[in-house]
């Protein structure tokens, strides 16, 4: 049984009596304890994938199971972040990231502690009663990290979650990920992210899925083999990426 499991997936959308096809006839699998990362060109569909995947939209064609059922939009072990952060203006930081777990019906006090751990995990001690407008693009990055990682989700879902950061945040940002994710005591169990930046899935995934251009087939999955931590500029490293963008180009 794969923990999750794409299967002939296809997204069509129709506009002045015309039909538009997304996403055509997509199937793969994400087995427990794997980072899968997805590439392809800029609207190539990538993140439509990505709404498939976590039930936010359903499929013209073809299913989506999670752990052998039909995904569910209201499933709370998967929780996803995206690129605009998606933080309400007028909740605090501690607010925001309690938003999960209210929906979830968590008693008060519960839901307080459950938010305190995981400001904690994600750096932003100190920050609890500020303001998205008060804080930074990472600080704002975190917060959706910690709002998704606080429902302990077993599939956490990441669209673009780097590409709005300067480089040293979103440098730091990644290692942090790897680092929850690595941390078999803390959620998520796997990783679905969607990047443009190829270094980027080179470092951080187990294997790679490359899309076509729209609409989006996958054109080939590269298994990344190189041991973590990874170094960017090891010849094996180096290698992964010249194959990335040949299969891309």
Request: hydrophobic fraction near 40%; charge should be negative; include cysteine.
């Amino acid at each position: 049984m794969s923990f999750l499991e794409a299967k002939n997936i296809t997204k069509t959308y129709e506009e002045d009596g015309s039909t538009f096809t997304i996403v055509d006839n997509v199937s793969f699998s994400v087995e427990k304890d794997e980072f899968i990362v997805i590439v392809g060109p800029s609207g190539a569909g990538k993140s439509v994938l990505l709404r498939l995947l976590t039930g936010l939209e359903e499929p013209t064609a073809g299913v989506v199971t999670f752990e052998d059922r039909p995904i569910e939009v209201s499933n709370p072990r998967i929780a996803a972040v995206f690129q605009n952060f998606a933080l309400l203006p007028w909740l605090t930081v501690e607010q925001n990231i309690e938003l999960g777990l209210e929906a979830l019906k968590i008693p008060e006090k519960e839901r307080k502690e459950i938010a305190a751990k995981y400001i904690r995990l994600v750096g932003l001690e100190g920050s609890e009663n500020a303001y998205p407008r008060e804080l930074s693009g990472g600080m704002k990055q975190r917060v959706g990290l910690a709002r998704a990682l606080a429902v302990e989700p077993s599939l956490l879902c990441m669209d673009e979650p780097f590409s709005a950061l300067d480089v040293l945040t979103a440098t730091t940002l990644r290692e942090d990920v790897l680092q929850l994710w690595g941390d078999r005591s803390l959620p998520p169990t796997s990783v679905i992210m969607v990047t443009h930046n190829i270094e980027e899935a080179v470092y951080m995934a187990d294997r790679v899925l490359v899309l076509s251009k729209s609409p989006a087939r996958i054109l080939a999955q590269l298994k990344i083999s190189i041991p973590r931590p990874r170094n960017r500029k090891s010849e094996e490293f180096l290698n992964d990426v010249d194959k990335l963008y040949s299969l891309l180009t």
